[in-house]
């Protein structure tokens, strides 16, 4: 369903206008949060049956999408496990490695594209992970920055994730029989945090099953966690200058589920996320392997998370999945 902004989302909305993505001469965003209502009662546990998350790094493909809902263009990339050794750039249109693979719908930050997180992305896709990451209509780099935007981004997702799980029933289509529908996460930076904070809010989407939400806050989505219980992995800078640290653990605070914070003590507003570096190494890592746990349903990569969290002095890590 489209999610339109109305009046009495604007004045919450209003707040989301510090939030520039990527960009590193933003101004900062004023830390007010929304209203928000008490959530409701959980499931305690994530509900991904128990499995063997792949051992082996995949090649990595990578293709295009030409989606659109009601009129807004949504071009997404996927990137995919390929057959092949892993290592190098990711390979247009190769084949598709065997297997089922979990997806994760991935949303950019406000003046950002999908290809400017492919370090990261491509390194989901080698673990194992379908990635699909739409750029928006109004809020990807280009385009009008109209941040308010943002309240309609969650059911972008949610119609862009219909169409890539389609894909598994496609004649003749790369990914036919390669992709699990019941293994589902939404992840995003900034402006995408928000998107993907809404799609287990104001705009649940019942099919998510896990979310990592990086330097992200619920400013105009709310903190109301709806829904089956899915963990979630929360990564932000200490010094973040556009979304503040704070803004980010008070929506943390809130959800009612298993969840995990990876704190950068001298991480800014995400960029680690843009180029490869001791840092993205331990967020990556980190990340992947709350994927497999939460995804997968595979017990010891849970067990590796907090030690890839912890690893040197970059971060540190608060526990409770």
């Not at 305690?44 to 809902?69: E, I, M």
């Not at 009601?70 to 390929?82: F, H, M, Q």
């Not at 746990?293 to 890839?308: E, F, N, Q, V």
Request: net charge neutral; glycine share 10%.
């Amino acid at each position: 369903m489209s999610r339109r902004v109305t009046p009495a989302l604007l004045a919450s909305a209003v707040l989301l206008a510090g939030l520039v993505g990527c960009s590193v001469d933003a101004r900062k965003a004023e830390s007010q949060q929304a209203p928000v209502e008490p959530p409701p009662a959980a499931t305690p546990t994530p509900q991904v049956p128990a499995g063997k998350a792949p051992q082996r790094a995949f090649g990595v493909g990578v293709r295009q999408l030409k989606l659109n809902r009601d009129g807004r263009a949504l071009p997404t990339t996927l990137w995919y496990p390929a057959a092949g050794q892993s290592g190098g750039a990711a390979k247009r249109s190769a084949t598709a490695a065997e297997g089922r693979f979990p997806v994760v719908m991935f949303s950019h930050g406000l003046g950002g594209r999908p290809d400017d997180y492919a370090t990261l992305l491509t390194r989901w896709a080698a673990a194992g992970f379908v990635v699909a990451a739409p750029a928006f209509p109004h809020t990807s780099r280009g385009a009008d920055n109209n941040v308010l935007d943002v309240l309609n981004q969650p059911a972008d997702v949610s119609y862009a994730l219909d169409q890539v799980l389609a894909l598994d029933g496609k004649a003749g289509d790369a990914l036919r029989g390669r992709l699990d529908g019941e293994r589902v996460a939404a992840a995003g930076h900034s402006a995408g945090g928000v998107t993907t904070i809404g799609l287990f809010t104001a705009s649940r989407d019942e099919r998510l099953d896990a979310g990592v939400v990086f330097a992200g806050t619920a400013l105009g989505v709310g903190t109301a966690f709806a829904g089956a219980a899915a963990p979630q992995l929360f990564v932000h800078g200490e010094l973040d200058e556009v979304v503040e640290y704070a803004a980010g653990k008070a929506a943390y605070d809130k959800v009612p589920w298993p969840k995990a914070m990876l704190s950068l003590p001298k991480g800014d507003h995400g960029r680690a996320l843009l180029s490869d570096g001791a840092t993205l190494r331990v967020v990556s890592d980190t990340s992947v392997e709350f994927l497999r746990w939460s995804l997968y349903g595979d017990p010891d990569a849970k067990k590796r998370i907090s030690t890839d969290a912890t690893r040197g002095d970059i971060a540190t890590f608060d526990d409770h999945l």
